[in-house]
């Protein structure tokens, strides 16, 4: 599903401002419980677009570039400090209320986090059963002893009611390597369990094809190629397709199902279709081209046309996933240590060379993302609203200088030898990690760019 460019910009301006206030907040709550004044607190860099000054003397600032904050507070190393005012001076703390402060940051990412999966837990996750409609011939799948038809049951004894949750299950169990063990419910009715072989599937992990490298295909309905409804302003919308409309023929075949019309269509990006419908007391010639559209494939053919679904399929194969406040506590806090180890092993795996650096995403990314979860629905963004901020979390916990990782290396080994490290090693340090802060930011909006022109 795609979202317009203003919702996407809405979309992202509100992941990144709640995101920032949350991380920020956890500095400045901290600081100011452990004695230490603060003097601004800011959400953004550059020109202040609104300043506030607070009866506690803290300056409080929202700015206009929306790609970070800070929360600046009283340090005899940026300045003269009168006497009188030492007491809350950040250098003057004890090393431990210095870390308490640098960990508070990213903590209430993790809060927020689990915050959000608690809420998205609460009001429901929709799916898709996981049955299996093909196992593709000679892979790892078929090997192992999977048969079309079966329902996963659990991986790694790890209940996936849903196509997601195994999805996330083998992505996990595909870091470690070697086999896992899924549990199935064939069609007789009996569980059995299988080991699939994931030693071979490092590439898939970073490209998204698990699944279709393992060669599980999740089953598909032979829906009639009826449709249902249209997403306004589409090729189909805007080459006069209408919702009811039966797809007889495409360039004089005719079309027998939704499946075989949605490939030919995505095959064919900027292409005109002659097609002929069924209008119930007509039959209607129209010319469809379908716009074309950036994937992991390259550019696909997309009208904007949804196929009309029976209500007792949708009853038949949909599954909600729903729990109570304590169950859905425990299950967020579970998802959230699950994707904080999720991002460092894929920080490791492109450190070590073993995952491309085409990964990291930048605010164009983010934002397509940040749109398509906010027009599917409540419980999708905040499910991203949670990825991100583990992300965010994860990244400033990273030992780079400049980072709050950089700061919490610095006073730990403060702590351990006695005394704080150099002005001159942190001099050298901050140059050193606004360099690679400079170098991945950079990175991250070329593979924006890249994605976005399809090179």
């Known amino acids: 599903m795609t979202s317009s460019p203003f919702i996407s910009l809405v979309a992202l301006i509100v992941t990144l401002g709640l995101l920032i206030t949350v991380h920020e907040f956890g500095h400045f709550w901290v600081a100011r419980r452990l004695g230490v004044r603060v003097l601004r607190f800011s959400i953004g860099f550059g020109k202040p677009l609104f300043r506030k000054t607070g009866a506690d003397g803290t300056e409080y600032v929202v700015a206009a570039i929306p790609l970070g904050g800070y929360v600046r507070m009283l340090d005899e190393g940026e300045g003269n400090v009168p006497a009188h005012e030492l007491d809350g001076a950040f250098n003057r703390k004890s090393v431990w209320t210095r870390i308490a402060v640098v960990l508070a940051g990213p903590f209430a990412n993790f809060l927020f986090a689990i915050a959000a999966y608690v809420l998205m837990f609460m009001l429901g996750v929709s799916g898709t059963k996981p049955v299996v409609g093909e196992v593709v011939a000679g892979s790892v799948a078929e090997r192992a002893g999977f048969r079309a038809g079966e329902t996963l049951v659990s991986v790694d004894r790890e209940a996936t009611p849903t196509w997601s949750e195994v999805g996330m299950a083998l992505l996990e169990a595909g870091f470690d390597g070697g086999s896992v063990a899924v549990s199935v419910r064939d069609v007789d009715a009996r569980q059995i369990e299988r080991l699939l072989d994931l030693s071979h599937v490092g590439e898939s992990l970073e490209q998204g094809t698990l699944l279709e490298d393992i060669g599980l295909r999740p089953w598909r309905p032979q829906l009639p190629p009826i449709v249902d409804r249209l997403v306004p302003e589409g090729a189909a919308a805007r080459d006069g397709l209408l919702p009811g409309d039966r797809i007889l023929t495409v360039h004089g075949e005719p079309v027998s199902d939704w499946q075989t019309w949605a490939e030919y269509v995505r095959k064919r990006p900027e292409q005109p279709i002659p097609v002929q419908v069924d209008?119930?007391?007509?039959?209607?010639?129209?010319?469809?081209?379908?716009?074309?559209?950036?994937?992991?494939?390259?550019?696909?053919?997309?009208?904007?046309?949804?196929?009309?679904?029976?209500?007792?399929?949708?009853?038949?194969?949909?599954?909600?996933?729903?729990?109570?406040?304590?169950?859905?506590?425990?299950?967020?806090?579970?998802?959230?240590?699950d994707m904080s180890v999720f991002t460092l092993q894929m920080l490791g795996r492109m450190l070590i060379g073993k995952a491309s650096l085409e990964n990291l995403s930048g605010p164009i990314t983010i934002a397509q993302f940040a749109g398509q979860t906010a027009t599917i629905g409540a419980t999708a963004f905040l499910a991203f609203l949670g990825l991100v901020s583990i992300s965010l979390g994860v990244l400033n916990l990273l030992p780079v200088p400049i980072l709050d990782g950089g700061h919490l290396l610095y006073y730990l080994i403060e702590a351990l030898k006695g005394s704080p490290v150099s002005e001159t090693v942190q001099a050298a340090g901050q140059r050193v990690g606004l360099v690679i802060l400079v170098m991945l930011m950079g990175l991250a909006f070329y593979n924006d760019i890249s994605r976005l022109v399809g090179s």
């Open 279 to 337: 209008r119930g007391d007509r039959v209607v010639e129209l010319v469809l081209t379908p716009d074309a559209v950036e994937s992991s494939e390259g550019l696909i053919g997309r009208i904007g046309a949804y196929g009309r679904v029976p209500e007792d399929l949708v009853e038949q194969m949909a599954v909600t996933v729903r729990y109570g406040p304590i169950d859905a506590t425990i299950a967020a806090v579970e998802r959230t240590w």
